[in-house]
């Protein structure tokens, strides 16, 4: 019976993502299958202020979550702030060890805003939590960094310790709120929700408790809780992390979750939250962000903090597999915050500083690395046979994949990447500090 469930579980996914591209949908952080690749075709290499731009919108308040489409509607998350004045900012921030790199808050409203994909016209603006002392960011995050996920009608937005929020897309509805779940981020919240079957599963990994917890989708109450098993620091701040976890259709033990945290990656069962198997990075690892990448019968993982370390992680192991199931490993240009790409046999990713990287999935060999203009968080895209990488200053540096550097373009916008791009039809729609744009030849 567990293995024709796990067998159902395993095509339900599969037919799910294949269905979010049939219906021209970016459903989730990363598109369909999470891997930051779309099917698209038909997609603008270049563009700027003037060129390919179909329309431009301001987004209300302040959010790098991305944005995620279904047929007419694309939705983002967004945080309208209430600023303390210099004096009770300065005083707030005085009192919070390490706050070098601070932003606070005074309150604010998290919100869900809707706006029509042919258009940008604004549809629905609605508040779905609101905050009454807000505690304090990175000057690099947002209160509304994790990315919602639109599925079969209803949308479902997670803000870390602030909650978890279910709407119907058609009225705006709030449908039910989980604010049970609190945890000290340090620096604001990051890891998005990932949807498996019916259930969202979250990372809460924070200075004070690390655990992974499941909401049912239907009702919004918490249906499991597991605590983080690995030896993590003795200091608070190097338990934390902020990444999104993966669903991993593995065929000799099913359907289960690949969930990194501070020092350790770790393998779940999504129905129940029992803990499968988990790898030591080996080194320090913490405030950790990338989410995995699967393929070739390993996870990819990246460690962020301090310095980050790539990791390839054998599937199928049971326990602890830091010795028996660590494929390789890299300690060159690695990531803290962007994503990594994998596209056939070639694994992409690009540095914080801007030094681009492709090594062979299978071995970790190198066979480039370039350095790239700007500072990077979002993820990168691979679309219409092309790579893109999206800085923090607003260009964009389109590439050939292959095993040697080839430069297509470098676009440029007024605004600067945070959160990772969209793609719907033959647009991208990106997302900046301020605004949202459709580019579209």
């Known amino acids: 019976m567990m293995s024709r469930l796990k067998l159902s579980a395993c095509v339900l996914s599969l037919l799910l993502a294949a269905s979010a591209q049939a219906k021209d949908e970016w459903p989730q952080f990363r598109g ?22 179909r329309w ?4 209300p308040g302040k959010g790098h979550s991305s944005p995620v489409i279904s047929d007419n509607q694309i939705w983002m998350t967004s945080a ?15 009192k ?18 809707c706006v029509d994909r042919e258009t940008g016209k604004p549809l629905m603006d609605i508040e779905l939590l609101t905050v009454s002392e807000a505690e304090p960011i990175h000057s690099l995050n947002s209160y509304a960094s994790p990315t919602p996920i639109l599925e079969n009608g209803k949308l479902y937005a997670h803000f870390g310790t602030y909650g978890t929020v279910a709407l119907d897309t058609a009225t705006g509805k709030v449908l039910w709120r989980n604010t ?22 979250i990372n809460f990994d924070g200075t004070d408790k690390q655990y992974v917890a499941a909401i049912d989708k239907a009702t919004g109450k918490t249906a499991w809780s597991t605590q983080r098993s690995g030896k993590l620091d003795d200091r608070p701040d190097l338990k934390k992390a902020y990444c999104t976890s993966v669903v991993v259709e593995d065929p000799n033990s099913g359907t289960q979750i690949v969930s990194p945290g501070a020092n350790w990656v770790y393998g779940y069962d999504p129905k129940t939250g029992k803990e499968l198997w988990r790898a030591s990075y080996g080194q320090l690892g913490f405030s950790t962000v990338p989410r995995p990448i ?9 460690t962020s903090f301090m310095k980050s370390r790539l990791l390839a992680v054998k ?21 803290q915050k962007p994503s990594l790409l994998l596209v056939g046999d070639e694994l992409y990713f690009v540095s914080d500083g801007g030094v681009a990287t492709c090594l062979n ?33 607003g260009k964009a540096t389109v590439i050939a994949p292959g095993r040697e550097y080839k430069e297509l373009a470098v676009n440029q916008l007024s605004g600067g990447f945070m959160a990772s791009p969209a793609v719907a039809g033959k647009a991208l729609f990106l997302r900046t500090e301020t605004h949202l744009y459709r580019v579209e030849e």
Request: proline share 6%; glycine share 12%.
């Open 80 to 94: 309208v702030e209430i600023p303390l004045t210099p004096e009770a900012k300065a005083a707030k921030l005085a």
């Open 96 to 113: 919070i060890p390490n706050s070098k790199g601070l932003e606070l808050a005074g309150s604010l409203t998290l919100r869900a805003v």
């Open 294 to 302: 699967v393929g070739h019968g390993m996870v990819y993982v990246a």
């Open 315 to 335: 599937l199928g192991g049971s326990g602890d597999v830091s010795e028996s199931h660590v494929a390789w490993k890299s300690d060159r240009q690695v990531p």
């Open 361 to 393: 999935a299978k071995t970790g060999e190198e066979y480039w690395q370039q350095r790239m203009p700007g500072s990077y968080s979002a993820s990168p895209l691979f679309v219409d046979g092309r790579i893109y990488f999206f800085s923090q200053d």
């Open 180 to 201: 049970e779940h609190h945890i000290e981020h340090q620096n604001g919240p990051g890891a998005s929700a990932v949807s498996v079957g019916d259930l969202l599963v």
């Open 32 to 53: 369909p299958d999470g891997t930051g690749h779309s099917k698209a075709t038909g997609v603008a290499k270049e563009w700027s202020e003037s060129k390919n731009i």
């Open 56 to 59: 431009k919108i301001a987004v």
